[in-house]
């Protein structure tokens, strides 16, 4: 499926929520006005994701790369942008796992993978050491466990 649907600006009133279906089902909709792109509308999860990747690379954090990240610290932020912000600094400065940031964010773990496909975000595909093999058993065991049968 093509993950782009293009839309003529005079049409988005008609059409809003066909587009909006269309973004929640993972399309980035592109608005046109005499063919030429003028916005996009993409899902906010996406949304998040991608203004967390540019900032971590313009503006790149102290990230204790043995230290982790915990469940506490990730609860304690409020806002779900600085949330994302500090899950996905330290997934792309390789202290937690995929698995780990999926399950520090709430969505499931391939969710997280495909958009981090979808969205060109650099991924991890193996663990570099039997510590992070072990946390990514531990993710997912905890994952599978709410996950409902």
């Known amino acids: 499926m093509e ?23 993972g399309r980035t ?11 996009a509308i993409l899902d906010i999860a996406d949304y998040r994701i991608l203004r967390a990747v540019m900032r971590y690379y313009s503006r790149p954090p102290k ?20 949330r994302y912000d500090l899950v996905i600094a330290y997934y792309l400065g390789e202290s937690i ?7 520090l964010l709430q969505v499931p773990w391939f969710e997280l993978r495909l958009r981090f ?4 975000v650099p991924m991890h595909v193996a663990p570099a050491t039997l510590e992070e093999l072990r946390a990514e058993v531990k993710a997912l065991e905890a994952w599978t466990r709410q996950t409902p049968s």
């Open 3 to 25: 993950p782009i649907q293009r839309v003529a600006r005079t049409d988005l009133a008609r059409k809003t929520r066909q587009v909006l279906q269309a973004v929640q089902r």
């Open 117 to 120: 496909h979808h969205l060109d």
């Open 97 to 103: 796992s995929l698995s780990r940031a999926a399950e």
């Open 63 to 82: 990230v204790d790369v043995e230290a982790g990240l915990t469940d506490e610290q990730v609860a304690a932020i409020r806002d779900p942008q600085e």
């Open 29 to 39: 909709v592109v608005i046109e006005s005499h063919g030429q792109p003028e916005a």
